[in-house]
């Protein structure tokens, strides 16, 4: 949506540069996650913002250390699928 008076801006020609973590893993329960975002809520790690959608809930990271280990953790994720498709495509098939 456009504001008054303003024209559009054209898309970015440039890679964004922001990257939203995904948990790859399925192995938690809804209520393991529950109890995981509430002590963090209780011990100040994360608070909670306003939803951009009305049936969502999003956190805010509110401490620095907690913040430096998710990118992190990102970025040796981010490494680790890098290596993988390169070796798809130049080393062949994937060892388990």
Do not use: C
Not at 64 to 92: C, E, P, Q, T
Request: glycine fraction near 6%.
């Amino acid at each position: 949506m456009l504001k008054r008076g303003e024209e559009p801006k054209p898309f970015s020609s440039t890679f964004p540069r922001i990257f939203i973590p995904i948990i790859h893993s399925t192995e938690y329960t809804k209520d393991e996650v529950v109890d995981a975002i509430e002590s963090f809520r209780q011990e100040g790690l994360i608070k909670q913002i306003m939803p951009v959608f009305d049936d969502e809930t999003r956190f805010q990271i509110r401490d620095d250390s907690l913040l430096g280990l998710i990118h992190l953790v990102w970025m040796i994720n981010r490494i680790d699928m890098h290596l993988f498709i390169g070796k798809l495509a130049y080393g062949g098939k994937p060892t388990p």
